[in-house]
């Protein structure tokens, strides 16, 4: 005969009742013999210990269920500020309030920004560009961007390119570093949101005209292949003429997929205003 596990709390002052419960039966040796499970009284009520115990289980599993879910929404979340790779530590408090829109172009750029962050709030797919001037905020606004999606149901993440290819470089010669290849394109190919933080600066100075090496360009070739029917937010200081000449034409074609270009032509380096020489 099978056992019944009750909870200890519904084992005090219950008494047998005569009526039985049609719903349950009892199960042996495989079989099921039609024997319904007497009724009992439990605190004052007729009830079905068996349907009890399962309305217990019910709710703890509704519980553990709830407190998973619970943990995936607030790992999603955490993802921003856990997983990001940044050069620029400034950016972790970087909002779109405070950006500081002086010039006429800096308000645009920014009123485009917003703009963009409600078509992917309702639903919208597409890849932002932020090109222009070293300091004129694109970085800024990226991560400003991130802050307003980030939440609960939405996953986002900041990686800076040069920084996470000199990471990967480094898991070459360091076997116990966690940031290898494979451990960058998964991750950023799960997020929904993903900014790509200077695009071309691993390759050195402006005005270069070195190529990006195989490796640089299967690391980012891979990325950009797995986030086709995802939303992704590039900033860089190069030119168009001058990706196309650094990377091959199917990555900057992918990083272009969908784009809507925001650029910074006469905005200066805003951390050169303090300079007095």
Do not use: W
């Amino acid at each position: 005969m099978e056992k019944i596990t009750m909870p200890q709390k519904l084992l005090k002052n219950m008494t047998f009742h005569s009526d039985v419960c049609e719903k349950h039966t009892y199960i042996q040796n495989g079989q099921e013999i039609v024997k319904p499970i007497q009724m009992m009284v439990i605190k004052g009520e007729v009830l079905c210990p068996r349907c009890e115990a399962e309305k217990t289980e019910q709710q703890l599993q509704e519980k553990m269920q709830s407190e998973f879910d619970l943990s995936m929404q607030q790992q999603k979340y955490n993802t921003l500020y856990n997983k990001s790779i940044l050069q620029d530590k400034t950016l972790l408090d970087a909002t779109l309030e405070n950006f500081k829109a002086e010039q006429s172009e800096e308000r645009e750029n920014k009123q485009t920004v917003i703009e963009s962050v409600n078509r992917f709030k309702n639903g919208q797919v597409f890849n932002v560009v932020l090109q222009g001037n070293q300091g004129a905020g694109k970085s800024h606004l990226a991560y400003a961007t991130l802050q307003e999606l980030n939440g609960q149901d939405t996953s986002c993440l900041f990686v800076n390119v040069e920084s996470m290819l000199r990471l990967i470089k480094d898991t070459f010669s360091n076997k116990q570093s966690k940031y290898t290849e494979n451990y960058f394109v998964e991750l950023m190919s799960e997020v929904d949101y993903l900014v790509l933080d200077d695009i071309g600066a691993e390759t050195g100075a402006i005005g270069t005209d070195k190529t990006a090496t195989d490796f640089v360009q299967r690391v980012l070739y891979a990325i950009t292949t797995t986030r086709q029917d995802k939303s992704t937010i590039i900033t860089t200081n190069l030119s168009s003429e001058t990706l196309f000449k650094m990377y091959d034409k199917k990555l900057v074609s992918r990083m272009f997929r969908n784009p809507k270009f925001i650029v910074f032509k006469e905005t200066k380096d805003k951390r050169m205003n303090n300079i007095p020489f």
